[in-house]
């Protein structure tokens, strides 16, 4: 590429879809000579415009050169389907009878057309085609050709520049031909000096490369990504790219006239919703004003479709009258003279003796016949060189040949032919710049045709029919009117080469037509102003509009974009003048900086929207939590607004700058200046990423028990999908805020709320960190979408997703539900109603392939890649966490900060001293109250604190004293509060601890009888103690987890077969195992304990790096749902647990767990049937356990409650009496320990127990 790192690349202009708007004064769609010069005026006219372009923005420099670059930009459209690149900038429309070319970029086709700019024979108007209103106001006509060409700034090829073989062979021909005074230079859109132009941009003048027909590097074309469109995006406009319109609704009811439905490409997220087979539904825009300037094939195409769908009705007009605009391709194959007719492409200039020159340079004009419809030009042109090999091999096919496409030279002499022969035989050797192919000239020629081709949609995609149009009568007369040009030059005649490729197919580079005006709807599709006709009469769409190629009823003899800038140049003033508005047509005069526009528009939301500031408002005040980061700015979702640290504004998402890597020449030095203080600042680069989630929604079930919205959704088949897309922003500032905040654009489908794809109008993807008094005290990470229905209903999308991990990104690539929350929005009061519940998930390998989906945002590739990388790096570190969490660093206690304490009023506490029958020293606590008296018995390594902890804002102590209980708690000898726990001792005796706090219970209160709420191995000893008779006065248990069958889960057979207590008490010689640990006072054998517990086997959703809970896993198994803790909770786990004897852990492992069965100090089975029948035939029973326990299966406890019921209501003629003495209750979701120190049991668990309690009440006033 020519000086390819001479000069950096400028800003981009386009903006990213996280700052699309719902709604627009215009909207602009296609970015050619229609359309960005609608977007131009209109935004000169002080209107909000929004352009939609479906090919990507390249900037001199960007444009393919090598051959292998430029066939990875071509894209084909067949019967079959497309082929290619989306966006490819080189687009193809294969048809068995005409071909057409096109561009596919911001610029249209002027990105790649052949710059001619000449008017077309005034004689054209007369022509009954056109509406008559045309030449009723020449006038108006001349002024928008001049505004056109002011912008355009078209010119000859100067006398006073280098010598163009292919223009001095041009010339030659003409001669020959005996026409040399129609030969002439005509005027093309090049600059040939460096200078500012119109819109304010700095060009340079032209290399004479040729390029211009596969995208010109040096700044010299003057596309209209030159001039209009950064025009219209100084004036305010907003420019989205790799939007693909698709079609157009128009509607009365609605808040907006028009709707505008449009596919975002996107390769990466393509790709990653097409391995989850989820159909992409279009986003949409609405407006007041729609023009469509997406060219003749496109314009056609989306009008097609909005009739198809419904969105539309038109005149049967729209398709018809299609014209290759008489385009017709010829060759003078190797003649005598130099032509340099071959692109250089990636070849440097200075390798070159001859310049090749602008595409274009020449003009034999042949306008002058009788009849108007008989003129043609002959234009010479340069080869792309990146075709040339495969035209080299057809002129030698041809050339061998008497087709009837090759017309030969007059007979050539021996020397003559030997002389064709070796410059064939040197194009073969050296290359196409020499030789046969720099011999030969190209004749671009555009002619008249008769406008009969037909465009329509087969398999949704434009097709074009126009049978027999490559034998009409024009290209044969036109064969033999070329001919002499090439003989003046002894060369070989050759039509249409590419007829080998296309099967005879004739190829147009210039396709108009399809949305043709006319008088009314019965003879075109729009009228003079380029309004859109609703039918067949005369009545238009107010507000709709068709500016480009599309629009022209007949061929015009000449390169036709020039007469379609001056026709969409009328219709833009005409649409001024229709709504007394002011289009300034005053030129640029100072240099336009890409890093602030010079006349921006501030957006008003309550333009179109009166409802939408205030629901701006009503979206930062919702009922979830508003998200501050550091410096206290809001985070939290606000329509339309920028959130901080996020912004997408002119000069960050322009502000990207490679270095070396820059591939830019020519750029002006006001660029190099902003490149050089913004020059590699990775900084500025983030990267978007796609999701998917999908999952049900009820708008029946409102309340927030999400479980049976979920189950209820499910059941009608209320499915909910979102396709989301999330921007981090500038990578740097990502990893820096704790919110780790993105923006979200994408859509929404649900049938229940909308019947069509919702729009996400705003939103965000954040972590939630409630406040300091936030009983939760959870992060969670949050999405908080606005969603636009096309209707204009909005609804208020809440999405929650617990974090059981500091790391963000591990929490992103959890696979865990989210529960969803839609409020619908009243516009008229910015109230909002529940509106449904559900859930949200993905699936388990979603992050997989999200992380494909990852992408950089900005221009360039240096500033991409280092972004990429960091995120990428950041997210692998997540993934080892994630999935091998044996490597993650181990956390101590006094790794752990911010403890929150949640200290609640209580009664004077009275503490009693306890001593069993054998001699251990125990502990009761009594808070007192009127009713109960209700006994709390603790687990094993943990203590009386497990039920008074004031790490969570309820605990179950504070519960029942609420409700006026009198509690005891007791410290028995495996309390870790209790001196003598670290004695050794057998399991049952924790029953004689029990028996002796009962007596003291019993006295200080004078009641017969307690209740008792008993824990794990709590509930162990107090039924052992019950059956074997040395525990009495006690009305009614509770049991949490066991009762007299524990029956343990596999992990802990597993444990319990590698004789592993054994292993600690006889070879390490231990005396107790330590749930708790600490780094600085641990042993060598404690590390090394820390350490292998890296391994123990656990469920990826439960892994954690906290030493004290991994501790207590490897004794226990696990002993909470990490999701039913608290943070807090978990991360002072020291306060919690502790030591257990070994003695004690070796009865209960290997006597109790092992026989299924509970014995007494002399190992003597005490669960028989009298026992249970002695004890439990009058005494109430309830037994919960966590559906997730890891500890004891769930079967310990029903099969404990069979066998009371067995024993002790025997058959009648009616079932058991399941609600009566013995009750059994299965607590959802939720694990061991966490139904007592969980955040939420004193919603899901502490009812059950209280429920309880208050049946089998005996004293409710205690003294």
């Known amino acids: 590429m020519p000086g390819k790192k001479d000069h950096p690349r400028p800003p981009r202009i386009g903006s990213p879809m996280t700052d699309l708007k719902m709604h627009y004064d215009a909207i602009v769609v296609g970015s050619g000579y229609g359309g960005a010069i609608a977007a131009s005026r209109l935004a000169r006219a002080g209107k909000r415009v929004c352009l939609l372009e479906r090919g990507e923005e390249r900037w001199p420099g960007e444009y393919p050169e090598g051959t292998i670059a430029a066939t990875a930009e071509v894209q084909l459209n067949t019967d079959s389907g497309r082929e290619g690149k989306k966006t490819g900038l080189y687009e193809i429309h294969k048809n068995d009878d005409q071909w057409a070319f096109v561009a596919c970029g911001l610029g249209g086709t002027s990105l790649l057309n052949a710059n001619t700019a000449l008017r077309p024979d005034p004689r054209i108007w007369d022509n009954k085609a056109w509406p008559e209103e045309l030449n009723e106001d020449k006038e108006l006509l001349e002024q928008s050709f001049q505004h056109a060409c002011d912008m355009l700034q078209p010119l000859p090829y100067p006398e006073d520049w280098p010598e163009l073989p292919k223009l001095t062979t041009l010339e030659k021909q003409a001669k020959g031909a005996g026409v ?11 600059h040939f000096k460096d200078a500012m132009n119109p819109a304010g941009v700095m060009q340079k003048k032209s290399t004479l490369t040729g390029n211009d027909t596969t995208g010109i590097n040096d700044w010299s074309k003057n596309t209209t990504l030159m001039n209009y469109i950064p025009d219209a995006w100084n004036h305010g406009a907003e420019i989205y790219t790799c939007c693909n319109v698709v079609r157009i609704e128009r509607s009365s009811t609605k808040p907006a006239p028009y709707t505008v439905y449009f596919e975002w490409i996107d390769e990466s997220r393509d790709e990653f919703l097409k391995e989850h087979g989820a159909t992409i539904p279009p986003m949409f825009v609405t407006a007041d004003i729609v023009v469509l300037g997406a060219g003749a094939l496109g314009s056609t195409e989306i009008l097609l479709r909005s009739v198809k769908t419904g969105g539309l009705t038109t005149s049967d007009n729209v398709g018809k009258r299609f014209s290759g605009n008489g385009d017709f391709l010829a060759f003078s194959y190797n003649g005598e003279t130099l032509v340099n007719g071959v692109s250089m492409g990636d070849e440097k200039p200075s390798d070159f003796k001859h310049p090749v020159g602008p595409v274009i340079t020449g003009l034999i004009d042949y ?44 007979d050539a002499s021996f020397q003559e032919r030997l002389q064709r022969n070796a410059r064939e035989f040197t194009s073969y050797l050296t290359g196409v710049h020499s030789g046969a192919m720099a011999h030969t000239q190209t004749f671009l020629v555009m002619s008249h045709d008769d406008a009969q081709g037909e465009l329509s949609l087969k398999s949704d995609r434009i097709r074009i029919e126009w049978p027999g149009i490559g034998s009409t009568r024009n290209f044969s007369r036109l064969d033999k009117l070329i001919e002499p040009l090439a003989m003046a030059v002894r060369g070989t005649y050759v039509r249409n080469p590419l007829s080998v490729a296309t099967d005879n197919a004739i190829v147009t580079v210039h396709p108009i037509g399809g949305c043709s005006m006319g008088r009314s709807g019965a003879e075109g599709a729009i009228n003079h102003k380029c309004q859109v006709f609703t039918g067949n009469g005369d009545e238009v769409y107010e507000g709709l509009y068709v500016m480009d190629g599309a629009v022209m009823p007949m061929s015009v003899g000449v390169n036709p974009f020039l007469t379609i800038s001056a026709l969409a140049e009328r219709a833009c ?13 005053d030129p640029t005069t100072t240099p336009l900086d890409f890093k602030n526009r010079q006349f921006p528009i501030p957006y008003d939301h309550t333009k179109s929207y009166p409802d939408a500031s205030g629901l701006a408002h009503l979206l930062r ?59 590699q600042d990775p900084r500025r680069s983030g990267v978007t990423f796609t999701e998917l989630l999908r999952g049900h929604l009820s708008t029946v079930v409102l309340s927030d028990d999400y479980e049976t919205a979920d189950n209820q959704a499910r059941s009608s088949g209320s499915t909910m999908n979102l396709t989301l897309t999330l921007s981090t922003g500038p990578i740097k500032e990502y990893f820096k805020r704790t919110t780790h905040t993105c923006k979200v654009i994408g859509t929404a489908s649900c049938r229940a709320l909308s019947d069509q794809p919702m729009m996400v109008e705003s939103g965000v993807f954040t972590v939630f960190k409630p406040a300091e008094d936030d009983p939760s005290s959870k992060d969670e990470i949050l999405y908080k979408l606005a969603l636009l229905c096309a209707s204009g209903e909005r609804y208020r999308f809440e999405g929650r997703k617990p974090l ?37 998930g ?136 209790v001196e003598d726990s670290h004695k050794q001792s057998h399991i049952y005796g924790g029953a004689r601890d029990h028996a002796a706090a009962i ?40 049991g949490s987890q066991v009762a007299t069958r524990p029956k343990i889960s596999t992990f802990n057979r597993i444990k319990q077969n590698l004789h592993l207590v054994p292993l600690f008490e006889k070879v390490l010689m231990q005396d107790e195992f330590d749930c708790n640990t600490d780094r600085k006072e641990s042993t060598l054998l404690d590390r090394a304990i820390d350490n292998a517990l890296r391994f123990i086997p656990m469920p990826l959703d439960e892994q954690c790096n906290n030493a004290v809970c991994r501790r207590a896993s490897f004794c226990y198994g696990l002993l909470w749902e990490h999701e039913k803790i608290s943070k807090n909770v978990h991360n002072h786990l020291d306060e919690i647990l502790g030591a257990v004897n070994m003695t004690s852990l070796a009865g209960l492992v290997d006597n109790w767990c092992k026989h299924k069965t509970l014995t007494n100090a ?36 029903m099969t404990t409650i069979e066998e009371l019921r067995e024993t002790n209501l025997p058959l009648t003629g009616m079932a058991y009496d399941y609600q009566g003495l013995y009750q059994r209750k299965l607590v959802k979701g939720y694990g061991h320990l966490d139904g007592i120190i969980g955040d939420r049991a004193h919603k899901d668990v502490y009812p059950i127990i209280l429920q309880h309690l208050e049946a089998n009440l005996k004293y409710s006033n205690i003294a």
């Open 621 to 679: 005040k919702s009922s979830i939590h508003d998200v501050l980061d550091r410096e206290g700015e809001v985070m939290g979702l606000v329509v339309s607004e920028p959130v901080p640290g996020l912004s997408h504004d002119d000069s960050s998402d322009s502000s990207d700058s490679d270095g070396e890597d820059e591939v830019h020449m020519g750029v002006p030095k006001q660029y190099s200046n902003w490149a050089k203080s913004k020059k």
């Open 842 to 977: 993905k699936d388990d390998d979603d992050f997989f392939s999200e992380i494909k989906s990852v992408r950089g945002e900005t221009v360039g590739f240096g500033s991409n890649l280092q972004a990429i990388k960091e995120f990428s790096v950041s997210t692998i570190g997540a993934t080892v966490r994630q999935y091998l969490p044996f490597l993650n660093k181990i956390e101590y206690p006094e790794d752990m900060q911010g403890r929150k304490s949640y200290p609640r009023q209580r009664p004077e506490p009275q503490t009693f001293d306890v001593v069993a029958s054998d001699g251990f020293k125990t502990r009761l606590t009594r808070f007192k109250g009127k009713k109960g008296p209700v006994l709390l018995l603790h687990g094993a390594s943990v203590s009386s604190r497990i039920f008074t902890t004031d790490l969570i804002p309820h605990n179950l102590c504070d519960f029942l004293l609420a409700q006026g209980y009198d509690v005891w708690i007791s410290d028995w000898r495996m309390s870790i509060l």
């Open 573 to 585: 003033a005409l649409l001024a003048r229709d709504r007394n508005w002011t289009i300034k047509y």
């Open 1162 to 1197: 002399d190992n003597v089975d005490i669960v028989t049937p009298e026992n249970m029948k002695r004890v439990f035939e009058n005494m109430p029973v309830l037994l919960f356990h966590g559906s997730e326990n890891q500890v004891f299966i769930t079967d310990s406890t």
């Open 804 to 840: 059981k991990t500091a790391d963000v990104l591990e929490g992103w690539m959890e696979s865990s539900e989210i529960l969803v929350t839609v409020y619908k929005v009243d516009p008229d009061t910015l109230t909002e109603t529940v509106y449904g519940r559900g859930k949200l």
């Open 999 to 1038: 007596k003291i219970i019993l006295a200080e209160t004078g009641c017969e009888s307690v209740q008792v709420v008993a824990h794990c191995v709590g509930s162990l000893t107090l039924f052992a103690g019950l059956l074997n008779g040395e525990i009495e006065g006690v009305s009614s248990v509770v």
């Open 367 to 410: 306008r002058d016949t009788p009849n108007v419809m008989d003129g043609y030009v002959v234009e010479e042109g340069a080869i792309p060189c990146q075709a040339s090999l495969l035209l080299r091999s057809v002129y030698g096919i041809m050339d061998d040949t008497t087709s009837k496409d090759l017309i030969s030279a007059q």
């Open 180 to 190: 040399h005074e129609k030969f002439t230079r005509p005027p093309i859109t090049v």
